[in-house]
């Protein structure tokens, strides 16, 4: 009805774009609230990143048991799990995948579990940097690595009997009171 | 003490982290953490030198302190130290450290890069790894240049290991996303396109991960791909779900892997290729035929994986959008998920099948859904997934659906979240407005948003509706009506107030015939609610109370005593005040002639893209929302859709805000009220100044002339065969321009010196000018309106000729006016089949023009499309088989006339050159338009 204008060029743009799926951080944080882990695959400020973390960590404890496991959140999708008192937790972009994020959080899960044999809470305050490690050989940049758990375990356990060997006569050492 | 397993982990960091949760308060937190700091900072400042240990633990405790919220400001060094090490586990520390606390400080990324370097040289798969985990992790722009070009070698390599190679394909693709200029293309992108064969699964998964990102920014370079793709994606699928082995996972074979190949697919348009292309098509089926099978597990993690890939592949057919019965079933398949017992699948359904909704082809299978979204929408628990449910009304909504889905959008918005009623608002505005098949049902549904949700009715909404009741006879009275009536309402959301404020200042007159609602009434309707409203809302009614006096002369007296009332013409807010002040003064002094003519009726606004559809627009994010206006494709008819052009505005300069808003002047025609036809003598012809008229052609706005004493702006709008011109005369000068004269001649009557003052009559347009103000103040700038209409097609644009004394000198100046006959098109849209045939039916010779150019612009595609536009025509985007070209579709609407218009430019930009062809019935309308537009490029 109107005269031509930039509008029509606006709306054009209404084609699809398909990004490469990208998630932008992952969480881990207790039921009190208390941050366990916290990866960044996108750069952030530290005061950007506690502002995120904050936000989103009330916004997701919020919320009821039965309820769904997607939210939109700012311009991002945000998927989340709870297992016993952790909650793990992912930020995807919009056209990502929610239901393979989704299980990329079980997976990892699985992985801990394995690794530190029925993992709890304290698994991960104390052995934070293992914690770190296996995400890594899990996911990096945010996309899965390698999916095969017992890829990912055999390359954690190589490490640690790499750790084992160098460790073993300094822990002797440690005990006799160089802490 | 808590049972720490493996690996055998440092002491001294248990304990500080044990020591740490017992801390019974922050304080005593802050000062266990203040003490530990102290202790390591003595450590590394402290005399012995350190051992790797050691170094390792006290980094790795100040790595806890970090997380645990404080801030670290040393032990950076300590950590880059330890990448040196030759013990792993030290190494995996500093690596770590660094990761996580890295910042751009060059001169440690130096050093780290150094350690990165040592490490991918060593040959070494788990140092290696270590350094591209690093990378991957930091990924800052000092990193790629560095390692940019060496990574893509170590991912091609032979003799690379597998787990080395996963780690290279994702550490590339995340440089690639941060620094995308420094990442080299070349030989390797061809070798990395086979990985998609490699035998370790793993690997294939990593670099499906990067080659989709790269064929994002370079599709022709990574084509060969999808063949590739076709083929594992196949196998997956077709696999029993043994034969994966590790990477089957609940009995769902590669899901990761397969949502992956599904995704670098979607960067591509359906295969060409006959055989490749059912190869797809049966992995589609099967995947769609998996979901129908029984469940090889309960576990919540098989359905999930089985249906990511799932909805992988619906996202999949729906981009495709070309195979009928894979949309239909995907439809189907979706359909049972909305009443699925999993609410994550009730709310990926709904979501997906808002994309499903804008496909031609399946739209009519989504709206066969209706009753159980709507039922979605009152009965889900999660307001996220009520939320997607609105969404989704949104998108499947039509002509044959609006009314029940406006209806049941706004009885949820009762009860709402309101967290989403402004949304909700906006999307029931929209599409009252756009399926609205009689006004009144739009009026009364915006009207009901008002009741129901008033506080999240937004300017643009109440904007909107009265725009359209100005624009449409036919609703006016009835409009009048219902306002009248819902003002009755003892409390009343302001919103209602100023859109009845508005309508009945306009349009009372049309209800003022029954004595239930006299001028008398109404007026003391209106003025009830006055003292309760916001300034904005009091400046409005003023105005609303000065049209009053306009249309009923025998609540003058009435109106004037409360214009006269200390609490108006004293009123504290100066605008009200102002406001008060010129309305009675313009009550007591004007004729009725004159209030007539500056009190006239609002003229129809220019049909322009809805302010509320930008606003929606704007919250959802482009490309978020699907656009009901534009991405269903073409089934519903061409017309409906092609409704919106030109972009948002929401400025105060257009007359319409203006009226409202408290920023500007009142709306007193600075122009009219002093109605002096200047009595000058004709002036000598001068030269025609038409420097700036091409660059009109395409815009409708700007400046026109302009010399050291006076400056010449236009804004015009231009609706089917009527425009009308706003003519700004600045006045440069500190002195006062006298005998100011402005008017309107065709070049031939000028040629004939024949001039009249204000009205000019040539045979193929008319062009009406509304005398000026004979003085222009020193710095200030008056307006001219002029009306123009365009009878028949022409040639010849119209002169504006002024005259006025600057320090006792004449000036005259005569500047050639841009309107042209492109100026009177509406674009049309049409889908390819409809714009070949007409092409053909204007076939003759005489119908077609065509010019071959040389481009005086940069040849810029986007401005091209601009430039298009802005003549006035339709982008039919598809429509030429070759992308590159531009091809447009209008009609030009003349008085006696309509003359179709299609047109095609081909740019090659090789050469440097246009081909511009234009067919329409008339010839003299193909050439002048030819004309016009060849000058543009």
Partial sequence: MCRGGVGRLISSGGEKTVFSSKMQFMLLFSRQGKLRLQKWYVPLSDKEKKKITRELVQTVLARKPKMCSFLEWRDLKIVYKRYASLYFCCAIEDQDNELITLEIIHRYVELLDKYFGSVCELDIIFNFEKAYFILDEFLLGGEAQETSKKNVLKAIEQADLLQEEAETPRSVLEEIGLT | ?????????????????????????????????????????????????????????????????????????????????????????????????????????????????????????????????????????????????????????????????????????????????????????????????????????????????????????????????????????SRIVTSASIDLQDYTYYFVAAPWLSVKLLRLLQCYPPPEDAALRSRLTECLETILNKAQEPPKSKKVQHSNAKNAILFEAISLIILHDSEPTLLVRACNQLGQFLQHRETNLRYLALESMCTLASSEFSHEAVKTHIDTVINALKTERDVSVRQRAVDLLYAMCDRSNAKQIVAEMLSYLETADYSIREEIVLKVAILAEKYAVDYTWYVDTILNLIRIAGDYVSEEVWYRVIQIVINRDEVQGYAAKTVFEALQAPACHENLVKVGGYILGEFGNLIAGDSRSSPLVQFNLLHSKFHLCSVPTRALLLSAYIKFINLFPEVKTTIQDVLRSDSQLRNADVELQQRAVEYLRLSCIASTDILATVLEEMPPFPERESSILAKLKKKKGPGHLPDIDDARRNVNGSTEHSENAEAPKTGSNHPFTDLMSVNSPPPVANSLLVDVFSDISTPAPVDVCEENFSRFVCKNNGVIFENQLLQIGLKSEYRQNLGRMYVFFGNKTSTQFLSFSSSVASQDSLKAHILSATCVLSPQLNVHAKTVDPIIEGGAQVQQILNIECVSDFTDAPVLTIQFRYGGALQNITVKLPVMLNKFFQPTEMTSQDFFQRWKQLGAPQQEVQKIFKAKHPMDSEVTKAKILGFGVALLDGVDPNPANFVGAGVIHTKSTQVGCLLRLEPNTQAEMYRLTLRTSRDSVSQRLCDLLSDQF
């Avoid at chain 2, 787990?163 to 440089?175: D, M, P, T």
């Avoid at chain 2, 699964?201 to 064929?215: D, F, M, W």
């Fill in chain 2, 1 to 233: 003490m808590p049972a720490v397993s493996k690996g055998d982990g440092m002491r001294g960091l248990a304990v500080f982290i044990s020591d740490i949760r017992n801390c019974k308060s922050k304080e005593a937190e802050i000062k266990r953490i203040n003490k530990e700091l102290a202790n390591i900072r003595s450590k590394f400042k402290g005399d012995k030198a350190l051992d790797g240990y050691s170094k390792k633990k006290y980094v790795c405790k100040l790595l806890f302190i970090f997380l645990l919220g404080h801030d670290i400001d040393f032990g950076h060094m300590e950590a880059v130290n330890l990448l040196s090490s030759n013990k792993y586990t030290e190494k995996q520390i500093g690596y770590l450290f660094i990761s996580v606390l890295v910042n751009s400080n060059s001169d440690l990324i130096r050093l780290i890069n150094n350690g990165i370097k040592n490490d991918l040289a060593s040959r070494n798969p788990t140092f290696m790894n270590l350094a591209l985990h690093c990378i991957a992790n930091v990924g800052s722009r000092e990193m790629a240049e560095a390692f940019a070009s060496q990574i893509p070698n170590i991912l091609v390599a032979g003799d690379t290991m597998d787990s080395v190679k996963q780690s290279a394909a994702l550490c590339l693709l995340r440089l690639n996303r941060m620094s995308p200029d420094l990442v080299p293309m070349g030989e390797w992108t061809a070798r990395v396109v086979h990985l998609l064969n490699d035998q370790h699964l793993g690997v294939v998964t990593a670099a499906t991960s990067l080659i989709t990102n790269l064929a994002q920014k370079s599709p022709d370079d990574f084509k060969t791909a999808v063949s590739l793709a076709v083929a594992r994606l």
